[in-house]
C-alpha cells in the first residue's frame, strides 16, 4: 500500500513538472506572455482547418527528400500579434530591414518609417509577413533556415571542402573542435561566417586592425564605419587578437547566446518566437529580414558541394495561430506599400509621459515623433482626456493621452493614425483632415462635402458633425469656423 502512494505521488510531481515545462511564462520588458509551446513529429496530425497549407508542403518535401525529418513547434502566438511586435522601430532602429536593392522597392520599403543606413530602409508589413510566413519557404531551396541547428560530430574533410578559397581556409580545425564542444552544426558555423563576411572576409576579419570580430557580433549603428568600429570594439574588449580565437569565441557566443537558449534554427535566431528564456521578439541575431532565408541557402549550398543535401536533416516549422488561409503574397517592387493596424505617432512637442493607468503614475516616456503601437483605444474620457495603450518598440507598454484635455483652448491630436486602424476610432470634433488640428482647411472641407463637390470618409464624417446631430449642414461649418476664430 505505502508502495502504491509513493508511485502515485511520483506521477504527480511529473505530471506537475510537465504541465510547469508545457506552460511557458515569458517576461520580456516589463510585458508577460503566457504561452503554451510545444513540439510535435505527427505530421499527419496538423489540423488543416487551423493551419492551412502546412501539411501538404511538409508531405510533399518529405516525399523528395525521404531522409529527411520534420517537426512541428505549436508556437501558440496569434499571427496579427506576431507581426505587431515585429513591425517596430521606426526611425530609429527598426526590428527588420530589408536592402532596398533593385529587387527590393516599392512594398518591399516600409512607408512611414524615415529610417536609412546606406543602402538599408525599414522593412514594410508586407515584406515582413510574407519572409515570416513559413509556408512561403517551404521548398527544397528556403527549407534549411528551418534546419535543426544541434548535431553530434563532423567530417572534418568536408569542412575543408567547403571553406577552400575563402577566408576561412587553415582554420577547418578550430571550426570542428568548437562545433563539437558545443554540439553545433559546424557547416551552419561555415554558412554564418560567409553570410557576414563573404567568401573574402570583410574589415571586421581582416585583422587590419590588430583584433578580429568575423561573426560580426555588436556590429550596431547608423553608418557602415560605426558598426565595424563597434564590432571591433567588441573584438577588443573579448582579446580576439587572432582570427581563430574569434571563431572560437563566436561559437561560444552562439551556442551560449543562442542555440542553448532555444533558438537553434536560422528562422528562430531571426524571429524570436520560440525563446523560451529571453521572452519573445526582442532576442533577435540581426535585422536584416533576408538573413534566415539567405543563410540557409548558403547552408544548403555547403551541403551541395559535399554531396550531402539528401542526407538525414530535421527541420522545425513554426505554426502560428489564424494565420490567412493562403501563404502571404510576395511584396510588388512597383507598387506602394500600405500599413493595417493601429500604427500612431507621437504628434506632441516635448513628447508624452506614459503611465500605468488611465490618468495614472508616470512609468516613462515616449518622444515626440516617436512611431508605436495603439493596442487599446479608450472610449471615454478620464481626467478630461481619451488614454489609449501603446506598445513601444522595446515592448514597453503604458497610457498616453490621444488628445490635449478639455480645459486648454486649443485642441492637438497627440496620437496621429498611420495605419488602417484609424478608421475605426472615435472622431476628434472638427479635425475633419485629421491632421491633429482644427484649422480652415477643415471647414473648407465640410464646405465643400455639402456643396457636393468633394467626399468625406467615415471618420471625417464623424469629425465634421461638430454639433452631434447626425447630420453634417452648414451649422457645422458655422461652429467649426466659430471655434476657430475664437482661438
Not at 512609468?363 to 508605436?372: N, Q, R
Request: glycine share 8%; aromatic share 10%; net charge negative.
Amino acid at each position: 500500500m505505502r508502495k502504491m502512494r509513493i508511485i502515485k505521488f511520483i506521477s504527480i510531481v511529473l505530471i506537475l513538472t510537465i504541465l510547469a515545462y508545457s506552460l511557458l511564462v515569458l517576461f520580456t520588458n516589463n510585458k508577460t506572455y503566457a504561452v503554451s509551446q510545444w513540439i510535435s513529429s505527427d505530421i499527419d496530425g496538423i489540423d488543416e482547418s487551423l493551419y492551412p497549407g502546412f501539411k501538404e508542403r511538409i508531405k510533399s518535401l518529405q516525399a523528395q527528400y525521404p531522409n529527411w525529418t520534420f517537426k512541428v513547434l505549436y508556437t501558440d502566438l496569434d499571427w496579427t500579434d506576431v507581426i505587431s511586435n515585429e513591425y517596430v522601430g521606426h526611425n530609429s532602429g527598426p526590428r527588420n530591414m530589408i536592402q532596398a536593392t533593385t529587387n527590393y522597392q516599392g512594398q518591399w520599403i516600409c512607408p512611414i518609417c524615415s529610417y536609412e543606413n546606406s543602402s538599408w530602409r525599414c522593412a514594410s508589413q508586407a515584406a515582413i509577413q510574407y519572409m515570416m510566413d513559413p509556408r512561403n519557404s517551404l521548398n527544397a531551396s528556403d527549407v534549411f533556415q528551418f534546419e535543426e541547428l544541434t548535431i553530434n560530430g563532423c567530417d572534418i574533410n568536408a569542412i575543408n571542402a567547403m571553406i577552400n578559397g575563402t577566408f576561412l581556409q587553415g582554420h577547418a580545425n578550430e571550426i570542428a573542435n568548437s562545433a563539437n564542444a558545443t554540439k553545433i552544426n559546424p557547416y551552419y558555423i561555415i554558412a554564418r561566417l560567409i553570410q557576414e563576411q563573404g567568401r573574402n572576409g570583410s574589415a571586421t576579419s581582416s585583422g587590419t586592425s590588430g583584433y578580429y570580430n568575423p561573426f560580426n557580433i555588436g556590429a550596431t549603428g547608423n553608418s557602415d564605419a560605426e558598426e565595424i568600429e563597434n564590432a571591433i570594439n567588441y573584438a577588443k574588449k573579448e582579446g580576439w587578437n587572432t582570427l581563430e580565437k574569434a571563431i572560437i569565441g563566436g561559437i561560444n557566443f552562439i551556442a551560449e547566446g543562442y542555440i542553448n537558449q532555444g533558438q537553434n534554427t536560422l528562422y528562430f535566431q531571426k524571429f524570436d518566437v520560440e525563446n523560451t528564456y529571453n521572452g519573445l521578439y526582442y532576442h533577435q541575431y540581426m535585422q536584416n529580414l533576408m538573413a534566415a532565408q539567405s543563410e540557409g541557402n548558403t547552408l544548403r549550398k555547403t551541403y551541395v558541394s559535399i554531396n550531402s543535401v539528401g542526407s538525414a536533416h530535421t527541420f522545425i516549422i513554426p505554426l502560428y495561430k489564424n494565420m490567412p488561409s493562403t501563404a502571404c503574397s510576395r511584396p510588388d517592387g512597383n507598387a506602394n506599400a500600405t500599413v493595417s493596424g493601429d500604427i500612431v505617432k507621437i504628434n506632441a512637442n516635448g513628447g508624452l509621459n506614459m503611465r500605468n493607468a488611465p490618468n495614472g503614475s508616470v512609468i516613462g516616456a515616449v518622444s515626440s515623433g516617436e512611431i508605436v503601437t495603439r493596442i487599446e483605444k479608450a472610449t471615454s474620457k478620464v481626467a478630461g482626456t481619451y488614454w489609449d495603450k501603446i506598445r513601444r518598440a522595446n515592448g514597453e507598454e503604458g497610457y498616453v493621452a490621444r488628445q490635449t484635455y478639455d480645459n486648454e483652448p486649443e485642441y492637438k491630436l497627440y496620437l496621429l493614425p498611420l495605419g488602417d486602424g484609424g478608421s475605426t476610432t472615435t472622431a476628434q470634433k472638427g479635425d475633419v483632415n485629421k491632421d491633429g488640428k482644427i484649422t480652415s482647411s477643415d471647414y473648407v472641407l465640410i464646405k465643400n462635402y455639402i456643396m457636393g463637390t468633394s467626399t468625406l470618409d467615415n471618420e471625417a464624417q464623424q469629425a465634421a458633425d461638430y454639433n452631434v446631430d447626425g447630420k453634417i449642414t452648414s451649422s457645422d461649418y458655422v461652429l467649426i469656423k466659430e471655434y476657430i476664430m475664437s482661438n
